[in-house]
């Protein structure tokens, strides 16, 4: 698991619940309500194990989400033809509080 700190934010590159539970939260709807960091997901569209209802089902829970589909990418790390979409929201999203 890759995982950034920067203030405040969390980015955790392997999800949200592998994430809570290496920082100690118990995983589930209440728990995500009461993450105050902005997060990133990025979801792509073709993933086969999530598919983008699971990464809208996050963007609901968790107040400081923002949802990034990613058209045609799978389920994994973001592959090189979609940086040019990734690499900027994760620059707004950890440029926010500084």
Known sequence: MTVARSGEKLVCANGVELCLETFGAPTGGAALREIAAPMLVVQGTAAPMFPLAHGEALA?????????????MGHGYP?????????PALLALTAERQ
């Open 60 to 72: 609901r829970e968790i107040p400081n989400e923002r949802l990034l589909p990613v058209e045609g």
């Open 79 to 87: 592959p090189e033809w979609a940086w040019d979409a990734v690499v």
